[in-house]
Nanobody
Framework: QVQLVESGGGLVQAGDSLRLSCAAS????????MGWFRQAPGKERDFVAA????????YYADSVKGRFTISRDNAKSTVYLQMNSLKPEDTAVYYC?????????????????WGQGTQVTVSS
């Protein structure tokens, strides 16, 4: 069992930066692939980024590539999402998720554990 708690969301202006954090409970954090997803009102939950258990492999949605960076600190059982050059279309609730393995890493249904989400609002 893994419990995830996101933090770091807020209201910012276009072009600003935010760093989201996701703190995980449990001793086996380092064995999980971690992902970030987001969901805007009336839309499906979309993949944003993922990172392998070791941190050696990262994956990004095309819409955030070059602006967002996912990282993890296994000693702190925490995964981060650094978001730069934010745009109004990045506005959404951002969710942290955990799973084992890396097949279909962009698919939300492959993730077993989810946080409660943190709101990110980018004004123009």
């Amino acid at each position: 069992q893994v419990q995830l708690v996101e933090s770091g969301g807020g209201l910012v202006q276009a072009g600003d930066s935010l760093r989201l954090s996701c703190a995980a409970s449990g001793r086996t954090f380092s064995s999980y692939t971690m992902g970030w997803f987001r969901q805007a009102p009336g839309k499906e939950r979309d993949f944003v980024a993922a990172i392998s258990w070791s941190g050696s492999s990262t994956y990004y949605a095309d819409s955030v590539k070059g602006r967002f960076t996912i990282s993890r600190d296994n000693a702190k059982s925490t995964v981060y999402l650094q978001m730069n050059s934010l745009k109004p279309e990045d506005t959404a609730v951002y969710y942290c998720a955990a799973r084992r393995g890396a097949t279909n890493i962009r698919r939300a249904y492959q993730y077993d554990y989810w946080g409660q989400g943190t709101q990110v609002t980018v004004s123009s």
